[in-house]
């Protein structure tokens, strides 16, 4: 797998929107040819073209990570309210990202011959992502509670107006950033595994089905949102 990961900058919007564009449109190239391979007759042929489209998708899931881990670690505070997002993404959000649930509520809707092996897999997939979804959040949780302990409140009052900065206060966000970098890295972590243990139950036809519906998804609500946003703006210049 090829990262090309953007070397560190203190724009990390900036360099992670760069590299989005070229993903976005990696993206479209996949989806038209995950399309053509469904439309194909099932062989041999068919059956490695399937194996090998399944493979980039996984991979090209995994570049997007790599590169947001990336703009994480610049600045992790963008990443739950991310400038490259319309605020229509926003609103779902989970952790910065889609909620892994998100995969296994796809696979009845897209994957319409499971066997009952196959659905009885899904389902304790299922079960077993909401208990990791909830260690998540309720870590999560524990961070922002913290907001109001002692030494969070005592570090953030020795900033003023005239002086947001002082050694104290960049201390605690130091620290607050190392910690908020964790919970998603292990948010994306869970999006990443999920994906790959729902492709692992499936067929090859049944996977790229799946990776279809969830690909549509995403540009759906990515091209819905940025609609409004920019009639929003519109509107508001006019």
């Known amino acids: 797998m090829t990262s090309g ?36 007759e099932v062989g041999r042929d068919e059956a490695e073209v399937a194996k090998e489209l399944i493979s980039r998708a996984l991979s090209h899931f995994e570049e997007y990570y790599e590169h947001k881990s990336r703009a994480a670690h610049n600045n992790v505070f963008s990443m739950f309210s991310p400038p490259w997002s319309s605020s229509f993404e926003c609103a779902f959000l989970w952790i910065s990202g889609f909620r892994p649930g998100v995969l296994l509520e796809l696979v009845p809707v897209s994957v319409l011959d499971l ?8 389902y304790r997939l299922k079960r077993e ?5 909830k260690n998540i959040s309720d870590e999560l949780a524990r961070i922002q509670e913290n907001m109001a302990a002692p030494p969070m ?15 104290e206060t960049d201390n605690a966000l130091d620290q ?13 972590t869970l999006r990443l595994t999920t994906a790959a243990s729902v492709v692992d139950l499936l067929t090859p036809p049944q996977a790229l089905r799946f990776l279809t519906a969830f690909i549509r998804l995403q540009q759906t609500m990515r091209s819905l949102g940025l609609e409004r946003d920019s009639h929003r703006a519109r509107g508001r210049s006019s």
């Open 176 to 188: 607050l950033q190392v910690v908020l970098e964790e919970v998603v890295a292990n948010a994306d």
């Open 153 to 167: 409140i005592h570090a953030l009052r020795g900033s003023t107006e005239e002086q947001p900065s002082n050694p």
């Open 115 to 122: 066997s009952p092996r196959q659905a009885q897999s899904i």
């Open 5 to 40: 990961l953007p070397p560190s900058s203190s724009n990390s919007s900036y360099s992670f929107k760069s590299f989005l564009r070229g993903w976005h449109h990696q993206q479209d190239q996949l989806l038209t040819e995950i399309t053509a391979a469904l439309k194909s």
């Open 129 to 133: 992502t909401r208990v990791v979804e």
